[in-house]
Nanobody, 124 residues
């Protein structure tokens, strides 16, 4: 089992910055089975969309709308993944979710874990 707890959301003016955190916890050894951690975003009335992901080997991926503005990183010592959000826009408003792609032997298929989400509101 993996538990994900997001924090850091809030209200910010357009052009401002926020840093979201995703604290990852679980049973001993589980971290070796985490394939990737991904931040998703859901705008009001819309479907969840990928924002940024970081692979266990360190590779990162970003959605086009956030490239150059958002940075995903991790602190392995604290088992925390961060999403640094700069130059925020009103269209970034929504709930941000942390997701873990965890794979177990022998089939190594994806098991999905989600956090509860954190609200980000960007005022114009």
């Amino acid at each position: 089992q993996v538990q994900l707890v997001e924090s850091g959301g809030g209200l910010v003016q357009a052009g401002g910055s926020l840093r979201l955190s995703c604290a990852v916890s679980g049973s001993s050894g589980i971290f070796h089975n985490i394939y990737a951690i991904t931040w998703y975003f859901r705008a009001p009335g819309e479907e969840r969309e990928l924002v940024a992901s970081i692979h266990s080997a360190g590779a990162t991926k970003y959605a086009d709308p956030v490239k150059g503005r958002f940075t995903i990183s991790r602190d392995n010592a604290d088992n925390t993944v961060f999403l640094e959000m700069n130059s925020l826009k009103p269209e970034d408003t929504g709930v941000y979710y942390c997701h873990a792609d965890v794979r177990f032997p022998p089939r190594w298929e994806t098991t999905n874990y989600w956090g509860q989400g954190t609200q980000v509101t960007v005022s114009s």
